[in-house]
């Protein structure tokens, strides 16, 4: 069995969406960074990313979405065009430096993954996981949506049956749009209740294929351990895909700012350990997250996990001085960050009551046919 593949890029390590922006926080460059100290991501498991071509994103991006963007990181500035049809240069899509290039690549290493996979085997590209984009515009700090890339260039290769889960805090709109009624695409999705974009209340089945669950705000492990046990492995299970494509969000933790959720990062990573080994094909992306202490402690786990290797309880120094070095200015908890957030990667478990709304909401969709059944 050949090792996972780590796809990663240097332009994350400095690119931000501007100084207000959630994303103006590093996420990739730390989870680099700190599977690197940890000696967890030798030179033959790590790929660069490659930049998509305009050709390649054409598969699902309208030509003109694709040139606006190229335009605009040339020009730094937008047309009244931009602005209306493709929502470039609003507050939540920015014009940055590398907003064409950027997205790009966090698009040309899904894609890449999606061939490599071809014969099978384990792919991690944290960069991707861009699932709110749309054909012809930005959407939710998205500009382009690198999962429906990844997921055409599995079935380019010959991979026809795809499980999509995400765990994201938010609903995954765009790769909905990508797959709506695929009888041989289903997707799994666990995100907060009425929370942006309020796109995947639970009558939602886009068709056949989705399985969509709004969870309450304060949603817990115990409850996370419920839904992946009653919802997510069974269907997974049942639907015999040949590939699995996991959105693992951080943004559903209890630290993060955008969302009201309150997961520990063993929640996540508990999802991840019951789908490895259930189809011959992995792709791990990351997704959301805007704490950067919580989205580098868990991502670099997801790697850890992939590869077996658990993180130990105390940090070597070189890991620990990753986590001093970030900075999370503009939100309180950038002041006084707790000790464990520089000093371990595990957090401890947020256990508590499974409320019956979440047991109703799970008995509901387990009850509900897979698609094409
Ligand atoms: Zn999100």
Known sequence: MQRPIFIGHEIFRHSTYGRWHPLRVPRVSTVMDLARALGWLPSEQFITSPRAKPAALINWHTPAYISALQRV??????????????????????????????????????????????????????????????????????????????????RHHGVQRIAYVDIDAHHPDGVEEGFRGDPDCLMISVHEARLWPRTGPIDNDAGGNAFNLPVPRGFNDSEMALVRDALILPKVAAFQPEAIVLLCGADGLEEDPLSHMALSNNAQLDVLRGLMGMAPRLLVLGGGGYNPW?????????????????????????????????????????????????????????????????????????QRLLPGA
């Open 73 to 154: 990181q040339q020009q730094q500035d937008v047309t009244e065009q931009d602005r209306k049809r493709h929502d470039i240069g609003s507050v939540t899509n920015p014009v940055f430096p590398e907003i064409f290039s950027r997205p790009a690549t966090a698009a040309g290493g899904s894609i890449l993954a999606g061939e490599l996979l071809k014969d099978g085997g384990v792919i991690y590209n944290p960069p991707g996981g861009t699932h709110h984009g749309m054909p012809d515009r930005a959407n939710g700090f998205c500009y382009l949506n690198d999962p429906v890339l990844a997921m055409l260039s599995l």
């Open 294 to 366: 919580s989205v580098g402690r868990l991502w670099a786990q997801v790697w850890g996990v992939l590869n077996d290797l658990d993180a130990p309880e105390v940090l070597p120094d070189a890991a620990e001085n990753v986590l001093r070095a970030l900075r999370f200015d503009g939100n309180r908890r950038g002041k006084n960050p707790p000790e464990h957030w520089f000093t371990t990667l595990k957090d401890t478990p947020r256990e508590g009551d499974v409320r019956d709304e979440v047991r109703e909401a799970v008995g509901i969709l387990s």
